[in-house]
């Protein structure tokens, strides 16, 4: 079965510190890659997607993430974060083909203080 | 206003109780899908439609229903046989293959 795996439960940054979150997926087929973000009482959002072409894609706030087809990953990196980066993220797949279904990993909480 | 809308947004579910929870979107979307969060789990997917009076199980579909009579609906009721209901269930919706646009939730308890 495809599974996606997020391998930083918990992250606490300081202001201007550099984010990488990790992700890996299972599936060896093609993919589709999101970045969902789930700010402190607001709708789950989402924050960039790859589909194809160039592998690093550039979302929303400063977010970018890469697409290492040879690793499975899809990182998450923002080179500076600030206090209102502070929400859950989630990574998710699609695998095309697959009916839409998206499978999601079981996020990131990060706490970004002044 | 375009959009999801998930009611009620706090539900409580009575030991032996079915509660329906409400999905509806005007975003004309095909697809619409149940999730299930919670704390360390992620979002996990409970069923799914891709189009009116068509509806399929996800991962964890016991213990769940589903109708979808219409386009712009998607009812999730949870039944007495759902041993664990209490979570933050969400709702999405998408055009065939696109981006998923999720409602702001349902947060059930146990009584």
């Known amino acids: 079965a495809q599974s996606v795996s997020q391998h930083n439960h918990h992250v606490i940054l300081s202001e201007a510190a550099s984010l990488e979150l990790g992700c890996n997926y299972s599936?060896?087929?093609?993919?589709?890659l999101f970045w969902y973000v789930q700010y402190p009482g607001q709708h789950l959002q989402l924050l960039l997607k790859y589909f194809s072409g160039d592998p690093l894609v550039k979302g929303i706030k400063g977010f970018e993430a890469e697409f290492i087809k040879s690793k499975f990953s899809f990182n998450l990196r923002k080179p500076s974060v600030q206090w209102s980066d502070t929400a859950e993220y989630f990574c998710a797949v699609i695998r095309t083909g697959g009916g839409n279904k998206l499978t999601f990993g079981t996020g990131t909480q990060l706490k970004v203080e002044l | 206003d375009g959009g999801i809308t998930q009611s009620p947004k706090y539900l409580f579910r009575k030991e032996g109780q079915n509660v329906t929870l409400s999905c509806e979107q005007n975003l004309n979307h095909d697809a619409m899908y149940w999730y299930r969060q919670d704390p360390g789990q992620g979002l996990r997917l409970i069923y799914y439609?891709?189009?009116?009076?068509?509806?399929q199980k996800g991962d964890i579909a016991e213990g769940y229903s589903v109708s979808r009579e219409k386009k712009e609906s998607f009812p999730l009721t949870v039944t007495s046989a759902q041993k664990n209901p209490t979570a933050f269930y969400l709702c999405?919706?998408?055009?065939?293959?696109?981006?998923?646009?999720f409602g702001a939730g349902t947060r059930l308890s146990v009584l």
């Open positions: 439609s891709q189009i009116v009076n068509d509806f």
């Open positions: 999405a919706s998408s055009a065939t293959g696109e981006i998923q646009y």
């Open positions: 599936y060896g087929g093609t993919v589709n």
